[in-house]
């Protein structure tokens, strides 16, 4: 909890790093930070579902939702305008929850990995069976993305601070359904769901209204994603895209909005260079960075911070005799 | 006399001069405005199921590298290899591209395997402007959807490989009745039986499909496909399969009499020959996706030098990857010589892309000719498998060399109007 209410002086500092550096970088290094910012919008959403414990292995299903969404508006109306895609895409995972999870809010714990796996399975499935109509395996092409107009190419500084004003008003939604009762009965499910029922709360509805949360980021970060890369592909829905989501949250770690912002730089950033030093191993370099954060770095990297963060306000506070 | 002999003295030595020159420019600095090293990443998969032609592609890249390097590089110039891994996707191929192109500034890019990746990546190495040499990957879209600059690719498409079985089973079985296909669901299976249908419909309008199989991508498991087989007893199999998914689909169906009891046609099958040795039966139809075997030496001048130094450097025979793959380095070497011949001086990156349009070079898998759509077109072989006690596994035999323009559309013509009307 302490993790929502720590993000002000944090997150201030972090927004300003991502506004003010990414002019001075390399073209390739900006292009590994747009990348980590549609990874951060799906990320939060599994995030915010491990907030209230509940584990999915098939959120790449949302994600996959808003990508295809483009891909048909790119190739049967040929619209490629950000400002029509970035809702319809967050509509499409939204209307994509809103179905799937009438089932999923019955469900928790293993049950309800192993269902949202089966449900991203299933579009997989279609989206490879389909391959009149999606193009199978080779994908569909999407090309370069419009604002209002104007191009903007997935490498380009315009489209990096479209995506980071697209984390932000992510960060702002998150935040205030965290502040809501919803929010709070979520975090207290962590803990024990039975005592929210015996408030009289219908823990079904709190499930379902964090589920559609999930869903709908699900759906906007797979429309960036699919302007940024400018190809999608089934695998955008296949279990390892939704396991790479939450190997990012257990990364980052999911307490808060600075955790899977940490994780989504550092495992693309990881990613790259791993397969620039071992690029007959880069795989199993990954492997072995999830299994260090496991073994000694339960709450991910975040905590880290955090711990070094606790110590060096405790001396401050010795010296102001608070 | 005198008069020959100063004549024949001046010729001398003018010749010698000639020689001298011609020697010294050989091995003399590279022309004017060269780099210290041509740096030249080869993309292809080392990881997952088709690393079986990464593998391939990456011994003959370290191999034909090292070779040239040791002969004065390209003009003068050394190559400096970076490997890269296909693997993870088009998501990561993007960027990975962008950073071998900003950050390692790499002057030109050879591989992509994958139809996916490969289509993923050519409208990035576009609006990158770096040349890129595709070398296995066959799916038409490439080249027929986008309007392509920097990006070639130097081996034909996939019609080819299904045009080509077409045209030998309809020659090995001239009262072909019924065919069937057993394919993996996922676009390379689909378009590649799509082609096979249509043309062997087209050569010959009264054969029937009695069954069309799709399993799952790499399945590995296909006792239901075989059962289906053997009861539509169709007369013809196609299928393309590739990689493990065909070995242990050779294994399965070799045991149940499916390869006695219909002519299989496999479009990757010359592949899996050195891995399957005894459990590939006598007379399967194989091919080596319109490229060269090690096993046909004649005809293509330095192919025996080259199946020797790649089996000794790969330890495993030259399949089709590795002849694709040495296609589409020889092509980039073949366009910067000739850019650099017209130029005078080191060319620049349009210039070799004006060289290499209209290029044609020798491999040896025959004389690859580049066209101004940037798809290259060249023949390749079909035949049947017999077993080699000499090798340990089964080569083809009855092998018939297919001429490009018989297995490729022509310039401007879409690759299936063209298999629509092939005659």
Redesign the interface.
Known sequence: MMNWRALPRAGVAAAALLIVVPPFL???IL??LT?AMFMFIAVMGVSVLLRGGLLTFGHALYYATGAYAVGFCVKWLGVRELIFLIPLGALAGFIMAALVGVVMARYREVFFAMLNLAFSMMLFGAL??L?WVT?????L?I?TATLAGIRL???SFGYYYFSLAMVGIVTLVVYRFMASPAGYFLRAMYDNEIRIEYSGVAVRQVVYRTYLLAGTLGGVAGVL?AFT?????P??AFWIQSGEFVFVALLGGFGGVPGPMLGALVF?FL??YA??YF??A??MMMGIIMLLIILFQPGGLWAIYQRIEARLTGKDRGGDHH | MRKISTSGILSFALGALAAGAMAFGAAAAPPKGAPKALKVAFVDFFSGGAAVFGVSGKGTSEWVVAKWNKEGGIGGVPIDLVLVDEGGGPKKQVSELRRLVLDEKVDAVVGYTSSGNCLAIAPVAEELKVLTVVHVCGTHRLTEDNKLKYVFRTASNQAADSVSLARYVLSVKPDLKTIAGANEDYAWGRDSWEAFKIAIQRLKPDVKVVAELWTKFQAGEYSAEISRLLAARPDAIHSSFWGGGLITFIKQAGPRGLFDQSLVALSTGEQVLQNVGKSMPDGVIAAPRATAGFFALEGAPGHKAFVEAIYKHNKRYPDYPAYRTYQAWAGLKGAYEKAIADAGRWPTTEEVIKAFEGLSWETPSGTVAMRSDHQAVHGGLVGVTKFSKEHGFAILENIVHHKAEDINPPLGTKTLDWVRAIK
Do not use: M, N, R
């Open positions: 390399p073209g390739w292009f590994v990348k490879l069976k391959y193009g199978g395996t080779d994908g092409a090309g190419t997935g490498d994603a890369i400018g190809h999608i592909v695998e955008d693309e990613q790259t397969s620039k690029p007959l880069w795989q």
